[in-house]
């Protein structure tokens, strides 16, 4: 009797242990494809900051072009309001000249008036 009861337990527990043992293997299986699922996550993660890394350098580069060509343009500006404030001043010269012209015209006619007969 403690025979039978021995190999019946014995049993049992083979049953049991066969029944965890496969739980543990659906366990593993299911860790497995998480393992997988992750790595394969990070590889996209670090695909897009590779790219986002990439669209950063072409902002910094374009940024630097339009810096480049903000500082021509300044320049350009800088010596364009030179030009134009030297023209204003030979044109305050010129009038000036023009008007010491006339003075000396309108005195000119006024003395060969006087010479008139």
Known sequence: MYGRRCVQFCSDATR????????VKDIAEQVNRSADEQSTA???????????????RTIRDRL???LTKAEQIANASKTTL??????????????????????SANAFEEAVARFRV
Not at 16 to 23: M, T
Not at 44 to 56: K, R
Request: charged content about 25%; overall charge negative; proline content about 0%.
């Open 16 to 23: 049991f242990l066969a029944v965890e043992a496969e739980r």
């Open 42 to 56: 990070a590889g996209g993660i670090a695909q897009s900051m590779e790219q986002i890394a990439s669209d950063v």
């Open 82 to 103: 030179s030009i134009a404030q030297k023209n204003s001043s030979i044109a305050d010269d010129f009038n000036r000249e023009l008007e010491t012209l006339f003075a």
């Open 64 to 66: 630097e072009r339009q």
